[in-house]
């Protein structure tokens, strides 16, 4: 294969090494992420509390009792799973694809490929999700808090994760197949990723082989599996599930907490910005730079949704009051947040489709060999990643809401709340703090501890890619902008 020849199917630079700690590390992460969405739920439960008893007193645990107490499946592990589960989630996402194809959309332009070329991309998650929540609203006016969606959702919790992880399994399996058919010269601009062909199965499954796998469908037609996948049934799942827990809050205490509605708006906002702002993707690292294979299938349909939501699934079962003073707090830490990160990328945004465009001109820069240009100024001077300061700032909101969080729940049932503009709601078991009180913040807050862990290992990548990009202009570029996310602290 000549130079020219290979040029046309891999990246310039191939040679990435391994990352996550190599084919050990990637297969381990497969098989412990799914495990730890299994223990959340369980470990964090309406039946006996979150964390479950047992876990606080662990001399006295045993198998049986922590069954009893996680409300483990009588038929055992086989009932993880459901086929009815699985053709209504495959439904959900059939539904994404048709909206995906009959809605209008706007047709942008992917950045330059390393073989060369341009991929095109239809967008228009935003107008997808309004329809698809739109119907979920009419349908719950209709028919209140017993609107089959919502209970179909809550009762089936567990199998729809188990739904989930088989889907971004296969499709993992699917795309690193189809990656082999990847060939020189081929007109449908395919190519692999720069750190997705080590030559290692397991590692390459992971990372993802191909850049932008797309898939020819009957009555669909091309679709790109990376950028549907990015946005469209994990986030507008996230969503959803979230207002599963509302409603299942006013059915078990016939009124919403403000907290749990603080949280879903936050959580909402940053959805319904990432679809608004969908061709925003086209310029991030998921897109650019990795392969898709198991770790964003995984991410995007399993981690995101299921784990993002975790703050609000504890609030459907443990109301917390925040008053105006607590509101206050949160929305100050959420504005923030949102205001560094929504400001750098559309700074960053503008600079790179016109460097001329009269928001960003005054911004100074500086060219690099290969001809790109780095930002020196604004809030990109202050540091590499200051997007990523704003990410975490906002995390904060999601958690802060739950409070010192923790509770039991006593199996000695407390009088119905009353009313409610769909009627009124069930009888409940009494749930108080008692020692549980702290404990469950392993959960409730365990979002800003991963993201901070997933944004520092991130920047790390990007450092290296771009290094491997810029050669020498990065280390004079890092000397101007020395600062990675926070500035002053690292």
Same mark, same amino acid.
């Given at each position: 294969?000549?130079?020219?020849?290979?040029?046309?199917?891999?990246?310039?630079?191939?040679?990435?090494?391994?990352?996550?700690?190599?084919?050990?590390?990637?297969?381990?992460?497969?098989?412990?992420?799914?495990?730890?969405?299994?223990?959340?739920?369980?470990?964090?439960?309406?039946? /006996?509390?979150?964390?479950?008893?047992?876990?606080?007193?662990?001399?006295?645990?045993?198998?049986?009792?922590?069954?009893?107490?996680?409300?483990?499946?009588?038929?055992?592990?086989?009932?993880?799973?459901?086929?009815?589960?699985?053709?209504?989630?495959?439904?959900?996402?059939?539904?994404?694809?048709?909206?995906?194809?009959?809605?209008?959309?706007?047709?942008?332009?992917?950045?330059?490929?390393?073989?060369?070329?341009?991929?095109?991309?239809?967008?228009?998650?935003?107008?997808?999700?309004?329809?698809?929540?739109?119907?979920?609203?009419?349908?719950?006016?209709?028919?209140?808090?017993?609107?089959?969606?919502?209970?179909?959702?809550?009762?089936?919790?567990?199998?729809?994760?188990?739904?989930?992880?088989?889907?971004?399994?296969?499709?993992?399996?699917?795309?690193?197949?189809?990656?082999?058919?990847?060939?020189?010269?081929?007109?449908?601009?395919?190519?692999?990723?720069?750190?997705?062909?080590?030559?290692?199965?397991?590692?390459?499954?992971?990372i993802g082989r191909e850049l932008n796998p797309r898939v020819d469908l009957p009555l669909f037609g091309s679709i790109d599996v990376k950028t549907f996948c990015e946005l469209r049934p994990g986030m507008l799942g996230w969503i959803l599930l979230d207002l599963t827990y509302i409603v299942h809050q006013y059915k078990l205490y016939g009124f919403v907490s403000d907290s749990i509605i603080l949280i879903t708006a936050f959580q909402a906002l940053y959805v319904f910005d990432a679809l608004y702002m969908e061709p925003a993707m086209l310029t991030t690292m998921?897109?650019?730079?990795?392969?898709?294979?198991?770790?964003?299938?995984?991410?995007?349909?399993?981690?995101?949704?299921?784990?993002?939501?975790?703050?609000?699934?504890?609030?459907?079962?443990?109301?917390?009051?925040?008053?105006?003073?607590?509101?206050?707090?949160?929305?100050?830490?959420?504005?923030?947040?949102?205001?560094?990160?929504?400001?750098?990328?559309?700074?960053?945004?503008?600079?790179?489709?016109?460097?001329?465009?009269?928001?960003?001109?005054?911004?100074?820069?500086?060219?690099?060999?290969?001809?790109?240009?780095?930002?020196? /100024?604004?809030?990109?001077?202050?540091?590499?990643?200051?997007?990523?300061?704003?990410?975490?700032?906002? /995390?904060?909101?999601?958690?802060?809401?739950?409070?010192?969080?923790?509770?039991?729940?006593?199996?000695?049932?407390?009088?119905?709340?009353?009313?409610?503009?769909?009627?009124?709601?069930?009888?409940?078991?009494?749930?108080?703090?008692?020692?549980?009180?702290?404990?469950?913040?392993?959960?409730?807050?365990?979002?800003?501890?991963?993201?901070?862990?997933?944004?520092?290992?991130?920047?790390?990548?990007?450092?290296?890619?771009?290094?491997?990009?810029?050669?020498?202009?990065?280390?004079?570029?890092?000397?101007?902008?020395?600062?990675?996310?926070?500035?002053?602290?690292?």
């Open positions: 294969m000549s130079k020219s020849e290979r040029k046309s199917v891999l990246p310039a630079e191939p040679t990435h090494g391994y990352e996550f700690g190599g084919p050990i590390g990637v297969l381990a992460t497969s098989l412990g992420l799914p495990l730890v969405c299994y223990l959340a739920t369980f470990l964090c439960n309406d039946v /006996s509390g979150c964390p479950v008893p047992s876990t606080l007193h662990p001399r006295s645990l045993t198998l049986g009792k922590l069954k009893e107490e996680t409300g483990w499946p009588e038929v055992g592990i086989i009932g993880l799973y459901s086929t009815r589960v699985t053709v209504y989630v495959l439904g959900y996402y059939l539904s994404s694809l048709v909206l995906q194809t009959v809605l209008p959309g706007t047709e942008i332009e992917g950045v330059e490929l390393a073989s060369g070329g341009k991929l095109k991309y239809k967008f228009n998650a935003f107008s997808s999700a309004l329809v698809i929540l739109g119907g979920a609203a009419i349908g719950t006016v209709l028919q209140g808090p017993d609107f089959p969606l919502w209970t179909f959702i809550w009762a089936n919790y567990v199998q729809i994760i188990t739904t989930n992880i088989f889907i971004a399994f296969s499709l993992a399996c699917f795309v690193y197949y189809r990656s082999f058919a990847v060939k020189t010269g081929n007109p449908e601009k395919r190519e692999l990723a720069a750190g997705g062909h080590s030559g290692n199965l397991v590692y390459d499954w992971f998921d897109i650019t730079t990795d392969g898709f294979g198991f770790m964003l299938a995984f991410g995007d349909l399993v981690w995101l949704p299921f784990t993002y939501s975790w703050q609000a699934r504890y609030l459907a079962v443990y109301p917390v009051d925040l008053g105006l003073l607590g509101i206050a707090g949160v929305l100050a830490v959420q504005g923030l947040g949102y205001y560094i990160f929504r400001s750098s990328n559309n700074e960053k945004n503008r600079f790179r489709n016109n460097p001329k465009d009269p928001k960003i001109a005054h911004l100074k820069y500086m060219d690099t060999k290969s001809g790109g240009k780095l930002l020196i /100024s604004g809030w990109w001077g202050t540091a590499r990643h200051i997007n990523y300061l704003g990410d975490w700032i906002g /995390s904060w909101s999601y958690c802060l809401p739950t409070g010192i969080a923790g509770y039991m729940v006593s199996k000695r049932a407390a009088n119905p709340a009353d009313g409610g503009i769909f009627g009124g709601t069930p009888s409940r078991p009494e749930i108080y703090q008692g020692e549980a009180r702290g404990w469950g913040m392993a959960i409730t807050y365990f979002y800003v501890l991963y993201f901070a862990i997933l944004l520092i290992h991130r920047e790390m990548r990007d450092d290296k890619k771009c290094k491997r990009k810029y050669g020498k202009d990065w280390e004079e570029y890092k000397k101007k902008v020395p600062w990675r996310i926070l500035p002053g602290v690292y």
